[in-house]
C-alpha cells in the first residue's frame, strides 16, 4: 500500500509544503504543493529575534499545514527549518509553539541545507561538474559539485531579504548603493578560496528568485514550453534582466512580466548576486533548477543510503512508468527494438547528435497517453511527455521525444513544429520525422503485444532497405503492420522497404 510524505520547509522568505504519495520501487508522485509567504528573515530585528507578529503568522500557517497532512492522511512529515529561525536567538520559543500544534521541527545546518540542494540537483540534472547556488531569504548556499560529488559547501548569512534590508533597495538601486552592494558581494565570495575551482564550470540556480529570473527571460523571449526545470540562460542574459529591474523603482518592478508583485521589492539584490557571481567565476551558462531543499529531503527519504541515483533519466522514467500503470515490458521491448533499428540504419539517419536519450524517452513514454484514452494515444502522449517533468532530458531533446512518440501512428497528428522553432532547427525536424517511422515501425513489430517478434536484422541496399524479422512463431500479423508504413518510409528515406 502506497504511503503519503509531507515536508515543511520553514525558509526565512516563504514557509512550503510539499506531499507525496511514495510507491513501489523507490517511485513517488506530488500530489499537492502549497507555498505562503511568511517572511520570517523581516521579523528579525538587531538582536535577532524572531517578531511575535511573524511568529503568529508562521504558526498559522503550520497549523494549516499539519492539518492538510492530517485529511491527506500523511505517515511521516519531514519539517525543516533553515537561516531565519538557525540566527534567532529566541529559536527556542519557537521551536516550544510548533511542538504545540504536533510538528517537530528539525532546524537544518548550513551545510544541511547545502548538501539537501546537492541531493534534489544530481538526482534531477544530468551534470559532472558545477557550481550550485541557492538564493534563500537570508542565506545563500553555494556547493561546489565535482564527477557529480559534492566537494565543497557554504551557506553564506545573506538572502534576498537581508541584502535588500542592508543596503536599503526599497525602490531603484542608485549608483552609490549599488557600488556598496557589488563592493560588499565580490569581497564575500573572494573569501571563499576553494571558488576558485568553480571558474568556468556551468552554474545551477536553485530558489525563487533565481527562477524568477528565468521566468522573466522567458516571458521576454516568448518560450513556447510551461517548463523553468533545466532552462537555460547565459551571462548575457543575467546582465541584461539585472540592468533593466535595478533602475526600476518597485511599482514599476511590479509590471515586468514574470516577476510576482510578492518579490518584486527583494528581487534587485538576489539579481545582484547571481551576476556577480557568474562575472567573478567567468562563468557563460546558467540552468534553473525548479528543485531545492524539499526535493532534497525528499530523495534522501527514498534512498535511504544517500547516494543519488545512477541514471536519472532511467529513473525519471521508471516514476513515471510505475504512477501511469503502465506496461513496462511492453515499453522495454519497444525501447529494444527501436534502438536496434535506429543502430542498424544509423547511416540513413544522417544525425550529428548523440540521441540515446531521444529514443529511450520516446520509445518508453509512447504509450503513456493510454491513460487517458486509447484512440488518439499518440496525442495524448505528446502533451504528457511535454508536461511529466522528465529529468535528465534538456528541453531540446524533450521536444523531440514528445514529437517522436506523437508519429508512431499511422494517423499521425498535425504538430505545431512552428511553435517550437526557438528550440528545434531544421535538422531536428527532419530527425523528428525519421526517428517517428522507426519508432511506428517497432510498435508495429510488437502490434500482438506477445513478444513474438525478439530482435530484428536489416540490409540496406541502394534503393531498398530490408528488415528481417526474427521469431520463434508465426509474426504474420506484426509484418502485414509493419509493411503498411511502407509508402511512409519510402517517403521519408527516399527508399522501398520490405519486412519478411
Given at each position: ?18 506531499l ?35 511568529m ?10 499539519k ?32 511542538k ?11 551545510n ?14 544530468n ?10 531569504g537570508?542565506s ?17 548569512p ?7 534590508q ?18 560588499f ?24 528568485s ?24 547565459t ?16 511599482t ?7 516577476l ?19 562575472e ?7 540552468q534553473?533548477?525548479?528543485n531545492?531543499?524539499?526535493e532534497g ?22 516514476n ?11 515499453s ?37 497517453g493510454?491513460?487517458?484514452?486509447y ?8 502533451y ?32 505545431n ?37 525478439s530482435?530484428?536484422s ?30 511512409s ?7 522501398k522497404?520490405?519486412?519478411?
Amino acid at each position: 500500500m502506497n504511503k503519503k510524505v509531507g515536508i515543511i520547509d520553514i525558509g526565512s522568505n516563504s514557509v512550503r509544503l510539499l506531499l507525496a504519495e511514495i510507491g513501489n520501487e523507490k517511485s513517488f508522485r506530488v500530489i499537492n504543493e502549497l507555498k505562503e509567504y511568511v517572511r520570517l528573515g523581516d521579523g528579525l530585528d538587531d538582536d535577532d529575534l524572531l517578531s511575535d507578529e511573524k511568529m503568529d503568522l508562521a504558526m498559522k500557517t503550520l497549523s494549516t499545514y499539519k492539518n492538510i497532512c492530517d485529511s491527506f492522511q500523511v505517515s511521516h512529515i519531514i519539517a525543516v527549518a533553515t537561516e531565519a529561525v538557525r540566527r534567532a536567538k529566541n529559536k527556542t520559543d519557537f521551536l516550544d509553539r510548533t511542538k504545540n500544534i504536533g510538528l517537530d521541527i528539525k532546524i537544518l545546518s548550513g551545510n544541511e541545507e547545502a548538501y539537501y540542494d546537492y541531493f534534489s540537483t544530481i538526482n534531477s540534472i544530468n551534470v559532472d561538474n558545477a557550481l550550485i547556488m541557492d538564493i534563500g531569504g537570508a542565506s545563500t548556499e553555494l556547493i561546489l559539485v565535482k564527477n557529480r560529488d559534492l566537494i565543497k559547501s557554504v551557506s553564506l548569512p545573506f538572502g534576498a531579504i537581508t541584502l535588500t534590508q542592508h543596503f536599503h533597495i526599497n525602490d531603484s538601486l542608485e549608483d552609490e548603493k549599488e557600488k556598496d552592494l557589488i563592493n560588499f558581494l565580490k569581497k564575500k565570495l573572494n573569501s571563499l578560496e576553494w571558488l576558485d575551482e568553480a571558474n568556468g564550470l556551468p552554474l545551477i540556480g536553485i530558489g525563487g528568485s533565481i527562477r524568477t529570473i528565468a521566468k522573466i527571460h522567458k516571458k521576454s523571449v516568448d518560450y513556447p514550453l510551461n517548463l523553468i526545470h533545466n532552462y537555460g540562460m547565459t551571462s548575457d542574459d543575467i546582465i541584461s534582466i539585472y540592468n533593466s529591474v535595478r533602475t526600476k523603482n518597485n511599482t514599476q518592478r511590479k509590471k515586468i512580466k514574470g516577476l510576482s508583485s510578492d518579490r518584486a521589492d527583494i528581487f534587485v539584490g538576489a539579481a545582484a548576486l547571481v551576476k556577480t557571481l557568474m562575472e567573478l567565476c567567468a562563468m557563460k551558462k546558467i540552468q534553473i533548477s525548479r528543485n531545492g531543499i524539499r526535493e532534497g529531503l525528499l530523495y534522501s527519504y527514498l534512498y535511504k543510503n544517500q547516494k543519488p541515483t545512477d541514471d536519472i533519466l532511467c529513473s525519471s522514467i521508471n516514476n513515471i512508468l510505475i504512477n501511469q500503470n503502465s506496461d513496462k515490458k511492453h515499453s522495454e521491448h519497444i525501447y529494444y527494438l527501436f534502438n536496434s533499428l535506429c543502430t542498424k540504419l544509423e547511416n540513413l539517419l544522417d544525425n550529428k547528435y548523440n540521441i540515446n536519450n531521444i529514443i529511450k524517452a520516446s520509445a518508453m513514454l509512447h504509450d503513456i497517453g493510454s491513460n487517458i484514452t486509447y484512440y488518439f494515444h499518440h496525442k495524448h502522449s505528446l502533451y504528457m511527455i511535454l508536461n511529466s517533468q522528465i529529468y535528465g532530458l534538456t528541453h531540446r531533446e524533450l521536444v523531440m521525444s514528445a514529437c517522436i512518440a506523437a508519429n508512431h501512428r499511422d494517423d499521425n497528428i498535425a504538430v505545431n513544429y512552428q511553435e517550437y522553432k526557438m528550440i528545434l532547427d531544421k535538422d531536428d525536424l527532419e530527425l523528428i520525422k525519421k526517428l517517428g517511422i522507426l519508432l511506428r515501425l517497432s510498435e508495429s513489430l510488437d502490434k500482438s503485444m506477445t513478444y513474438k517478434v525478439s530482435d530484428i536484422s536489416c540490409d540496406i541496399h541502394a534503393e531498398s532497405v530490408i528488415i528481417t524479422t526474427i521469431s520463434k512463431d508465426s509474426a504474420y500479423i506484426e509484418i502485414k503492420d509493419a509493411l503498411s508504413a511502407a509508402e511512409s518510409f519510402k517517403t521519408i528515406f527516399n527508399k522501398k522497404l520490405y519486412v519478411v
